[in-house]
């Protein structure tokens, strides 16, 4: 990349990633403090688990019609409409107590999500190319980690500050904000025509057809949001209850499970906003991105090897490294989308690749959840291990050969 071109890339990074950033203040804090105030809400326990994920079920649909649309329209328009959508389904939080009127307000997120992300994550492969995009893309997903960590804090805090209520009017506020920000300085960028410097390192001529590298690159992402979004996630906190009771004294202080679960899933998500850029700028100075993606995925094999030890000890060890893969893995299927695929067609492939993220992470609870009484919640671990390492074969093969470096037509 010119001098001119980073400068393009900087102007329309700084606006996406804070846009996205603040947009996920109000999801971040749902998630933290629903569970603990359905009263304020007005919604019954039992149903906290169906808003919580009516979002999600609702990008499995809306992911690849949105990457058709950005690959068609305008890209600003559509992104700077997805923070007023995401700002209007906050205020809904605020506004309104009961389940349908929640309901309606976390379908409308998802569809607002769904823009942001897919429509972020289209500008920032498309205005990079393939000898920096890993860079590019990793600090835009920075943005990503600091509004998910950030927001769940925030949320948390202010909820016991002010309330629930005013909580989400704050977050709807700071939605609105990044739209505004968005609106006053993102830059239109159409897609532009591929050329010589669209192609990753070491890249071959093009070929016809789904490349294995493509499939590859799907498994990377679907099987980092089943492993860790879907897995772990949902089944850490059970792992701590089940190794360390329900309080745990540390320096004199009882802490209770809930606490530390949140304190390692908030560790694990700042590692993972490091190793998002630092292994996606590594990528983009290695001979083949195949070659960072096998040595990501290994601290996250090793992570989930350590969870199955079950001590503390282990469990402290293991999270941050899981963490590590997560980050790359996030980073770097998102530039091997890039790199992959021809210009015209990459946002539409983009929204194809969170679809897969989003059924994969909508599965895994459920599934882990369904596989303890066989297998038990260290058995779990083993397979989300295993779902690691066989991806990571399938990388170092790539690698190994080379292969897998040049758009697939």
């Known amino acids: 990349m010119d001098g001119k071109q980073r400068q393009l890339a900087l102007r329309i990074l700084l606006p996406v990633g804070i846009g996205t950033s603040l947009s996920l203040v109000g999801d971040a804090s749902l998630y933290a403090v629903l569970p603990t105030h359905v009263e304020a809400a007005g919604v019954p326990v039992a149903t906290v688990g169906i808003l919580l994920s009516a979002n999600r079920f609702v990008r499995l649909v809306l992911n690849g019609p949105i990457g058709v649309?950005?690959?068609?329209?305008?890209?600003?328009?559509?992104?700077?409409?997805?923070?007023?959508v995401g700002a209007l389904s906050t205020a809904i939080y605020a506004l309104t107590r009961g389940f349908w009127p929640l309901l309606i307000g976390r379908l409308l997120w998802g569809l607002a999500w769904a823009g942001i992300w897919v429509g972020g994550n289209t500008m920032?492969?498309?205005?990079?190319?393939?000898?920096?995009?890993?860079?590019?893309?990793?600090?835009?997903?920075?943005?990503?980690?600091?509004?998910?960590?950030?927001?769940?804090?925030?949320?948390?805090?202010?909820?016991?500050?002010?309330?629930?209520?005013?909580?989400?009017?704050?977050?709807?506020a700071l939605t609105l904000l990044g739209g505004?920000?968005?609106?006053?300085?993102?830059?239109?960028?159409?897609?532009?025509?591929?050329?010589?410097?669209?192609?990753?390192p070491a890249c071959q001529e093009p070929r016809l057809g789904l490349s294995p590298a493509i499939v590859v690159a799907f498994a990377l992402h679907g099987g980092n949001r089943l492993a860790v979004a879907g897995v772990l996630n949902a089944t850490l906190g059970l792992l701590l209850q089940e190794q360390l009771g329900a309080q745990v004294q540390i320096a004199g202080r009882s802490l209770g499970v809930a606490t530390?679960?949140?304190?390692?899933?908030?560790?694990?998500?700042?590692?993972?906003?490091?190793?998002?850029?630092?292994?996606?700028?590594?990528?983009?100075?290695?001979?083949?991105?195949?070659?960072?993606?096998?040595?990501?995925?290994?601290?996250?094999?090793?992570?989930?090897?350590?969870?199955?030890?079950?001590?503390?000890?282990?469990?402290?060890?293991?999270?941050?490294?899981?963490?590590?893969?997560?980050?790359?893995?996030?980073?770097?299927?998102?530039?091997?989308?890039?790199?992959?695929?021809?210009?015209?067609?990459?946002?539409?492939?983009l929204g194809l690749l969170f679809t897969v993220g989003d059924l994969a992470s909508a599965v895994g609870p459920p599934l882990a959840y369904a596989l303890m009484p066989v297998v038990g919640l260290k058995g779990d671990y083993l397979l989300s291990a295993g779902v690691f390492a066989a991806i990571f074969v399938a990388a170092l093969s790539l690698a190994t050969r080379k292969e897998g470096q040049h758009a697939d037509m």
Not at 137 to 148: D, E, R, V, W
């Open 69 to 84: 649309a950005y690959g068609r329209a305008s890209r600003r328009r559509l992104f700077v409409l997805a923070l007023f």
């Open 124 to 172: 920032m492969v498309e205005v990079s190319d393939g000898a920096e995009r890993g860079r590019w893309i990793g600090l835009f997903q920075t943005f990503f980690f600091l509004g998910a960590s950030g927001g769940a804090l925030f949320g948390g805090l202010l909820t016991d500050a002010i309330g629930y209520h005013l909580t989400m009017g704050v977050a709807a």
């Open 180 to 200: 505004l920000i968005a609106l006053a300085c993102l830059p239109e960028n159409r897609r532009r025509e591929p050329d010589a410097s669209d192609a990753a």
């Open 260 to 349: 530390l679960t949140g304190s390692g899933l908030g560790l694990g998500t700042l590692i993972s906003m490091g190793s998002a850029p630092l292994l996606g700028a590594l990528s983009d100075r290695t001979a083949t991105r195949w070659g960072v993606v096998a040595a990501g995925l290994i601290p996250g094999i090793v992570g989930f090897g350590l969870l199955t030890v079950g001590t503390p000890w282990s469990i402290l060890a293991g999270v941050p490294l899981t963490a590590v893969t997560s980050g790359s893995n996030l980073s770097l299927s998102t530039t091997l989308i890039g790199d992959l695929t021809k210009a015209s067609q990459q946002s539409k492939r």
